[in-house]
Every structure is written in structure tokens, then in C-alpha cells.
């Protein structure tokens, strides 16, 4: 490739490349639109904007929790537990699924952007409203389950977040697709930054509820945002909402019950609770909120992670579109390969001493969930692979793959919380037995995404990695005991020795060598 071509392609993805702009050295697809090579900077750049977004993201969402635990009681907190993470299936169902199903087709032509996004604001609104007035009309089914009556009040004013969160989607869809990905971080940052400050603040005044206010305000304000900013005029053919609609129907299962995996655990261990004797309703309550306290820390893998999902999504779709198997079994390898040494990095850094983790951030009271972190630490790092895996697989084509491998995984999770959290001592036991239902369930479905992913796509993590990494998590688990002694100090200490020693043992096996290094470096200069 001569150097005005290579030049040119460096170029995809950088501010002033304009959707449909001819890129020297792309080749042309079905319906005339270009196909632009993506290359190390593009696809570096797209983890760092979006990367960047996501841990601001992350680190906004976890200071929400973690400051809503000292406005609020455990049993206030579980009552929030309940109606967000409710909330949390069709809201992030919706948007993961949404910026998927805008996506591929956007990345596959970027001449039918914008009736690609048109579209998609049609099935969204229409999707969006069947949740919402669903969620409104459940409100009184949902108080009656969990016998808590104020949770009526809180479903309905969180009613109107999946109708924002649909359309929202559409506009995150397009930018991710045209690999705007500078336009998509900077949508994230606004809105975890208002959603943080409306939430915090609403209820500080009213509780709960104003929390969930807080939220509907927030939500509202980026859809009027990104409407304004990523409107795309509708050039080339129309593109119809049935066509739309068929793409997103396997990843709307899917991710619904990705979403479930990842939500549900916490309502099945409030009501699990309640066939407890001894345990009345506000006890069940505060059982919840402890898990959603736990949870909160765990998730950060999870959290940090998907990042990938949103970078890797248009690279796989443009490159399976291509017939290119080639670059897609290189993606594949890559994306899984630093999906695994991320994923073990945070994985054995919050579970080096949970107690210091706990002592730190929260009140007395919610610290009953320290025993359980380490289980769930690991399972929320391995449904971080899972997502990352089965994206990859809808992004090539194969959405039912990923629908069957996840439909195993939540019955599996489902069955086991029900069955063991009841014969579970109340408090601590409890939120092992949850915490180990739900690790059982996901190894089981990573194990089977990695073995489709080898088979069907021919890519996943390096052996000579998952032998590297899990040395460094070997060597990294020795050294949190290597620091004797209790309290704040030690246990930091510990933390920082751990992550410390994962790093250096990945150095010295040359996992992460001079090769890396050039890539990072090549990504990061402008």
C-alpha cells in the first residue's frame, strides 16, 4: 500500500472525516458505500475516547451507590435495588441492543446512516412506550410481591426511563457505526455527569424517590442532546423498520437476557428471603440492599469491560460483511486476549481483602456482604468474557448462538439462587450461596462461548496467555497473604501488592512485551 493510502486510511474515524467520504484504500460494499480499513490508530482511538467514557461512567455510577448509601438505610437501599435493577433488564436491553442494531448496519454502509437512524427512532419510540406503560401498570403487581406498597410510587415515576433510553440509544447506535467514537464518549460523560448530580441531589430532599426523579430528569435532558447533535439526514434507499426490526429481535432476546443474568440476581434473593422463617419484608429488604452493595464493587469488571463490546461491535461487522475471515479471527484473538488480562487484573485486586474494600466505602451496616465479594468478583469477571464473547458472535451474524448460550445461563443462575439461598443461614450465608449460584451459572455459559467462538470464528484468547495469565493470578493471590494484619492501611497495602505482582509476573513472561508496548505507543501518538 503506497503511503498517500495508508496515510489516508489513518485518517478513518478523526474529526473532519465526514460519513460517506471516500477513504483511499477502502473498498466499496452493497449499496455503494465505503468501507474503510480500520486501522491500530482508529481502533486505539475508539478505546480511548470510549474507554475513557466508560470509566467515567463507571467511577460516576459506583460514587452514585456508594453516596446513596450514606442518604439512605440498608432497607431504603434495597428498595432502590429492587426497582433499578428491574429496571436495569429492558433499560440496558434496550440500549445495548439498540447500538447494536443501529451499528452493524451503519458500519456495514455509511451511506444509509440516516435512514438507518430514522428507523431506528421509530421502533424505538413504539418499543420504548410498550415498557414504559408496561412498567407503569406492574407497579402495583411489584409492590404486592416484595410487600413493600412504596415501590408502587417508585416503578411509576422510573416508568418513563426505558422510553428516553430507547431513543437515546439510536443517536449512541449511529455515532458508534460512522466510529464517531469521540461523539459517543462525550454523550456518556454528559450523562453520567448529570445523572450523578440530579440523582445525589433529589434525593438528598426526597429519598428514594427522589432519586429515581432524578434519574427521569437526566435521561430526558441527553435525549434532547444527542438529538440535536447526531440528527443525520436520510440519504440512499430507505431503510425500514421491519428490517430493523428483524436484526434487533434475536439481539433484543439475547440482551434481555444478558441483562437478566446480570440484574435479577438481587429480586430472586429478596424473595427467596421471604420463604424464610424469621425474615419479614423489611429484613428481606435490607438483605437486598446488602447484595446491592456487594454488587456495586463487584461489577466493576463487568463495567470496565464493556468497552470492548462497544469498540470491537462495528470492527466484526465490518470485517464478517468483507468475507474477511482473516482480520476477523485477528479481532477475535486480540479482543479476547485483553479481555482476559483485564479481567484477571481487577478480578484478583478486589478480591485480595474485601473486608479493607468494604471498611473503606461503606457504613457499618452494609459490610455483611465482604465474605461474598471474592465469588462474585470472579463471576462478574466472567460475564464480562461472556458479553464480550457473544458480542462478537452477534456482530458476526450468529445472534441465536448467543441467545441459547445465555438462555442457559440464566435458568441455570435462577435455579440455583432459588434452590440454595432458602437453605442458607440468614445474612452472610445467604449472599455466598447467591454470589456461588450465580459463578456456577456464568462459568458454565463462558465455557461454551469460548468453545463456539474457536469453532465457529476460529479466534480466542491465545493458550500461551490463559497459561500466563493464570499464573500472574496464581502469584498475584500468594502475595495478598503476604502482607500480615487487619485494618485500612494493611489491606490497601495488600490490594497494591497484589495488583503489583499480576502486573510484574505478566512483564517477566513477556505476555505484555516489547510488541504490546509498540502497539500502545503507536495508539497513543498523534
Request: aromatic letters at 8%; charged letters at 15%.
Amino acid at each position: 500500500m503506497s503511503a498517500d493510502k495508508v496515510e489516508s486510511a489513518n485518517r478513518v474515524g478523526e474529526p473532519g472525516l465526514r460519513p460517506g467520504e471516500p477513504v483511499a484504500g477502502g473498498a466499496g460494499g452493497e449499496g455503494g458505500g465505503p468501507h474503510p480499513v480500520p486501522t491500530a490508530r482508529e481502533v486505539g482511538r475508539g478505546v480511548m475516547f470510549i474507554g475513557f467514557a466508560k470509566i467515567y461512567f463507571m467511577l460516576t455510577g459506583t460514587v452514585q451507590r456508594l453516596l446513596l448509601t450514606r442518604l439512605v438505610s440498608p432497607a431504603d437501599m434495597g428498595d432502590f435495588a429492587v426497582v433499578n435493577n428491574l429496571l436495569n433488564i429492558p433499560n440496558n436491553t434496550v440500549v445495548q441492543g439498540t447500538i447494536q442494531a443501529v451499528s452493524k448496519p451503519t458500519a456495514e454502509d455509511d451511506a444509509r446512516a440516516g435512514a438507518v437512524q430514522q428507523a431506528g427512532v421509530r421502533f424505538g419510540a413504539g418499543l420504548g412506550l410498550l415498557i414504559a406503560l408496561g412498567f407503569f401498570a406492574a407497579a402495583t403487581i411489584v409492590a404486592d410481591k416484595y410487600q413493600t406498597p412504596r415501590l408502587a410510587t417508585f416503578v411509576r415515576i422510573a416508568a418513563l426511563i426505558p422510553l428516553l433510553y430507547s431513543i437515546y440509544s439510536v443517536f449512541v447506535g449511529s455515532a458508534n457505526g460512522l466510529r464517531r467514537f469521540r461523539t459517543q464518549a462525550g454523550f456518556d460523560v454528559t450523562f453520567s455527569t448529570m445523572k450523578t448530580v440530579l440523582l445525589l441531589g433529589l434525593a438528598f430532599v426526597w429519598g428514594v424517590g427522589g432519586a429515581f426523579a432524578g434519574f427521569v430528569a437526566a435521561a430526558a435532558a441527553i435525549v434532547v442532546i444527542a438529538s440535536r447533535l447526531m440528527r443525520l439526514p436520510a440519504t440512499g434507499p430507505p431503510f425500514s423498520v421491519r428490517q430493523f426490526a428483524g436484526f434487533m429481535g434475536a439481539i433484543v432476546v439475547y440482551t434481555a437476557l444478558l441483562n437478566y443474568t446480570l440484574n435479577f440476581d438481587v429480586l430472586l434473593l429478596r424473595k427467596s428471603a421471604l420463604h424464610v422463617p424469621g425474615i419479614d419484608a423489611v429484613k428481606a429488604a435490607a438483605l437486598a440492599g446488602n447484595y446491592d452493595a456487594l454488587r456495586t464493587i463487584a461489577l466493576l469488571p463487568y463495567q470496565l469491560l464493556l468497552v470492548v463490546t462497544f469498540v470491537i461491535f462495528p470492527l466484526v461487522s465490518r470485517a464478517t460483511f468483507a468475507a474477511d475471515r482473516e482480520a476477523t479471527r485477528a479481532y477475535v484473538s486480540q479482543t479476547m486476549r485483553y479481555a482476559l488480562i483485564i479481567a484477571g487484573a481487577m478480578g484478583i485486586v478486589l478480591a485480595a481483602r474485601p473486608s479493607a474494600l468494604f471498611d473503606t466505602v461503606y457504613k457499618p451496616e452494609f459490610r455483611v456482604g465482604a465474605p461474598a465479594l471474592p465469588i462474585l468478583a470472579g463471576a462478574e469477571c466472567c460475564l464480562a468474557l461472556l458479553s464480550v464473547s457473544c458480542s462478537i458472535l452477534n456482530a458476526s451474524g450468529r445472534a441465536t448462538v448467543s441467545l441459547a448460550i445465555m438462555g442457559v445461563t440464566a435458568v441455570l443462575m435462577s435455579a440455583g439462587i432459588v434452590i440454595f439461598v432458602p437453605r442458607a443461614a440468614p445474612g452472610a450465608p445467604m449472599l455466598v450461596a447467591a454470589a456461588t449460584a450465580t459463578a456456577v451459572a456464568i462459568v458454565v455459559g463462558l465455557v461454551a462461548a469460548l468453545v463456539v467462538l474457536r469453532t465457529r470464528l476460529g479466534g480466542m484468547a491465545p493458550p500461551a496467555t490463559v497459561a500466563r495469565v493464570a499464573l500472574a493470578l496464581a502469584g498475584a493471590g500468594i502475595a495478598a497473604r503476604l502482607v500480615p494484619g487487619h485494618g485500612k492501611i494493611v489491606g490497601f497495602a495488600g490490594i497494591a501488592l497484589t495488583g503489583l505482582t499480576y502486573l510484574a509476573v505478566l512483564v517477566v513472561t513477556r505476555e505484555f512485551g516489547p510488541e504490546d508496548r509498540a502497539k500502545f505507543a503507536k495508539v497513543f501518538k498523534r
